[in-house]
């Protein structure tokens, strides 16, 4: 079955570090833009951060730029967001998945377009 796992969620305090990894089982992430997205309780899911098939595409959403940082290993099938100076509003169920249709991203991953949904990490922010 393909899918992703993502890992390397916690709790943190504001303005901490986390770096969260999404290793892909099952297909080969090589030929598919990554998106990275995240649901707060009570919020849609929003689309945060994107990566081309090459690594030289990415994409992120104004609420995380400067702070987040994507980048992808083919040959390791995986996917890591780092995050740095992290808020309270950063607190969400992280997840990522893969653009079948396309190897670049342009604007934010919207989430009907990916497929192979992990279960999610759990961020907390604490103040």
């Known amino acids: 079955q393909a899918q992703f796992v993502e890992s390397g969620g916690g709790l943190v305090q504001s303005g901490g570090s986390l770096r969260l990894s999404c290793e892909a089982s099952?297909?080969?992430?090589?030929?598919?833009?990554i998106g990275w997205f995240r649901q707060a309780p009570e919020k849609e899911r929003e689309g945060v951060s994107g990566?081309?098939?090459?690594?030289?595409?990415?994409y992120y959403a104004d609420s995380v730029k400067g702070r987040f940082t994507i980048s992808r290993d083919n040959a390791k099938n995986t996917v890591w967001l780092q995050m740095d100076n992290l808020t309270p509003e950063d607190t969400a169920v992280y997840y990522c998945?893969?653009?079948?249709?396309?190897?670049?991203?342009?604007?934010?991953?919207?989430?009907?377009?990916?497929?192979?949904w992990g279960q999610g990490t759990q961020v907390t922010v604490s103040s």
């Open positions: 998945a893969a653009n079948l249709m396309r190897t670049r991203v342009s604007g934010s991953p919207i989430g009907h377009e990916y497929s192979y």
């Open positions: 099952g297909f080969f992430i090589q030929y598919y833009a």
């Open positions: 990566i081309g098939t090459s690594g030289g595409n990415t």
